[in-house]
């Protein structure tokens, strides 16, 4: 069973004279197969969280461990080649690379990974037709809707199989029914591989799906719910 373990985490912006806490001791758990909103009004600290879980930030102080590796302990080579095993991400800009047809975004990973190319060519279709996106396998991103691309973004974050999914504002530039369908896809991978979303959001329609929900304010926990 794979496990998210956040101890103590704390960081503090020291960039203006007035010193930032913007995440402030927080403990959490997160297990394999949990669905999770993180809420809380802009500014809490939502963002410097979900990059610290991933590795993109350095805490100021605290601990993640993925698994009990501690992720600070590792060296920047070693916590990227973990970041790829373990955690997909998908931001509120897609960031796929304009250049590439959603294929070549998607297979983009596992390149990275060395995987072979069979098994390239086959998971990248397999993705892309489970987010609905098996007729776009050729297009290029300013060839696609924004719901589109947010897709496309979903099926890279799960191409190298990890447990564990952050998605930071996912729906922050979908109309409703592009947020409808992302949210399908992430829950229906949720219930059938059991893979691990841990989504920020401020779409009431998003945390609604959730099955836990915990708020941040001023970069500490006040509430963590579980939805039964
Ligand atoms: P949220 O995602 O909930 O809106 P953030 O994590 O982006 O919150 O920000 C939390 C606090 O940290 C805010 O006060 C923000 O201004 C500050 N902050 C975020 N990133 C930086 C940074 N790189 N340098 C200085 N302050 C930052
Ligand atoms: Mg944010």
């Given at each position: 069973m794979s496990v998210i373990k956040i101890s103590n985490l704390t960081k503090i912006y020291n960039k203006t004279q007035v010193p930032v806490h913007a995440v402030n001791g927080i403990n959490l758990t997160f297990e394999e197969g949990e669905f999770v909103a993180i809420v809380g009004p802009?500014?809490?600290?939502k963002t410097t969280f979900m990059n610290m879980i991933g590795g993109l930030e350095e805490p100021t102080s605290g601990s993640v461990e993925i698994n009990e590796t501690n992720?600070?302990?590792?060296?920047s080579n070693q916590r990227i080649n973990f970041r790829l095993q373990n955690i997909g991400f998908i931001f509120q800009s897609y960031n796929l690379i304009p250049v590439l047809t959603s294929k070549e975004n998607v297979a983009f990973i596992m390149q990275l990974q060395n995987k072979p190319k069979n098994e390239i060519e086959e998971r990248t279709t397999q993705l892309l037709q489970s987010v609905g996106l098996g007729n776009k396998i050729?297009?290029?991103?300013?060839?696609?809707?924004g719901g589109e691309q947010q897709r496309v973004a979903v099926a890279r974050a799960l191409a190298s199989k990890p447990k564990f999914v952050l998605a930071d504002e996912?729906?922050?530039?979908?109309?409703s029914k592009a947020t409808t369908q992302l949210l399908d896809i992430m829950k229906k991978l949720n219930e059938e591989e059991n893979m691990t979303f841990i989504f920020t959001t401020h779409d009431q329609r998003v945390v609604d799906k959730a099955r836990r929900i915990i708020t941040l304010e001023d970069g500490k926990v006040i509430s963590d719910q579980i939805i039964s």
């Open positions: 802009s500014g809490c600290g992720i600070s302990a590792l060296t050729n297009s290029k991103p300013n060839q696609m809707s996912p729906t922050a530039n979908l109309d």
